[in-house]
T-cell receptor, first 111, second 113 residues
Framework: QKEVEQDPGPLSVPEGAIVSLNCTYSNSAFQYFMWYRQYSRKGPELLMYTYSSGNKEDGRFTAQVDKSSKYISLFIRDSQPSDSATYLCAMKQSGRRALTFGSGTRLQVQP | DGGITQSPKYLFRKEGQNVTLSCEQNLNHDAMYWYRQDPGQGLRLIYYSQIVNDFQKGDIAEGYSVSREKKESFPLTVTSAQKNPTAFYLC????????????FGDGTRLSIL
């Protein structure tokens, strides 16, 4: 079993929809949680960075962490065709350098 | 503009050949990392370096080597011992204690001729 599980998709939604992307994990020592967006043939771009449980909002994006359920989510409001990309979740333990990534969810926003 | 520059964007390797991928950053970050990305898989850590002249193996270091002679530069050599080198290679860096998020370059795609 992988440490971090992420549905690969593709997830196809109409423009303007609310998108929910999720990851589950098994290592209770993870304390830092990240969401990256990756366009084709490009490097991952950091979208959200959260520590421990709770919500964090930035514009159209909201990151949610539920450590009791070992579950993290990224919500995208008013989705746009430019949001079409692969979304990677990543997490790490405090004091450790290495990130553990999910396999990514491919999102397609249809105009 | 501050950032991470990887070169070349595309690289081809012949059988038995070593190739070196370049990663340069002007963010004044202390730590640098190399990841490998295969289709449908998450990123896997190859090597990382916290300071100049020091580096540690990640999860899949076999067949790879690195050096860290300057703070700004962290080249990765894919040796002939790496039997399945075709992948997308990503370099990242971070500042401070290591609990800061990692920022990535735009990658090098390596293929076998």
């Amino acid at each position: 079993q992988k440490e971090v599980e992420q549905d690969p998709g593709p997830l196809s939604v109409p423009e303007g929809a609310i998108v929910s992307l999720n990851c589950t994990y098994s290592n209770s020592a993870f304390q830092y949680f990240m969401w990256y967006r990756q366009y084709s043939r490009k490097g991952p771009e950091l979208l959200m960075y959260t520590y421990s449980s709770g919500n964090k909002e930035d514009g159209r994006f909201t990151a949610q962490v539920d450590k009791s359920s070992k579950y993290i989510s990224l919500f995208i409001r008013d989705s746009q065709p430019s949001d079409s990309a692969t979304y990677l979740c990543a997490m790490k333990q405090s004091g450790r350098r290495a990130l553990t990534f999910g396999s990514g969810t491919r999102l397609q926003v249809q105009p | 503009d501050g950032g991470i520059t990887q070169s070349p964007k595309y690289l081809f390797r012949k059988e038995g050949q070593n190739v070196t991928l370049s990663c340069e950053q002007n963010l004044n970050h202390d730590a640098m990392y190399w990841y490998r990305q295969d289709p449908g898989q998450g990123l896997r850590l190859i090597y990382y370096s916290q300071i100049v002249n020091d580096f540690q193996k990640g999860d899949i270091a076999e067949g790879y080597s690195v050096s860290r002679e300057k703070k700004e530069s962290f080249p990765l050599t894919v040796t002939s011992a790496q039997k399945n080198p075709t992948a997308f290679y990503l370099c990242a860096s971070t500042s401070g204690t290591g609990d800061q998020p990692q920022h990535f370059g735009d990658g090098t795609r390596l293929s076998i001729l």
